[in-house]
């Protein structure tokens, strides 16, 4: 289960995105959880005290106003996500779920 999902849009910075069926715990506590000593590395999966935090780079290439890549970081629970260890794998089980959503949201004024 996707427990939270951060990225940005190509004219709106970083945000946290809602996620089906989250409840609402702090997302930047558990965002700092997951993350802890991977804040700089541009892709990855890590595991860190029962979570399993995600980075990758848009599937489709977007990029934000100022040409830089979006990343898409996701954390979830690393009991029901023991299959995923690589963000290529990451990107095919977990970016179905995601596209249609971003794709309404990139362009526009950003998620509210």
């Not at 990855?44 to 990029?63: I, K, Q, Y």
């Not at 690589?86 to 970016?95: C, F, H, S, Y």
Request: glycine share 12%; aromatic share 10%.
């Amino acid at each position: 289960m996707i427990l939270l999902w951060a990225t940005r849009g190509r004219s709106w910075g970083f945000r946290f995105l809602p996620v089906e069926g989250t409840t609402g715990a702090d997302p930047l506590a558990l965002y700092e959880r997951a993350y802890i000593g991977h804040e700089d590395e541009s892709e990855g999966c890590w595991r860190t005290g029962g979570l399993l935090a995600v980075r990758f780079a848009d599937p489709e290439g977007r990029t934000d106003e100022s040409g830089r890549v979006i990343p898409h970081e996701l954390v979830l629970d690393a009991d029901e996500a023991t299959d995923l260890a690589t963000p290529e794998g990451a990107v095919a089980q977990l970016w179905p779920l995601l596209a249609a959503r971003y794709a309404e949201l990139w362009d526009g004024p950003g998620p509210e």
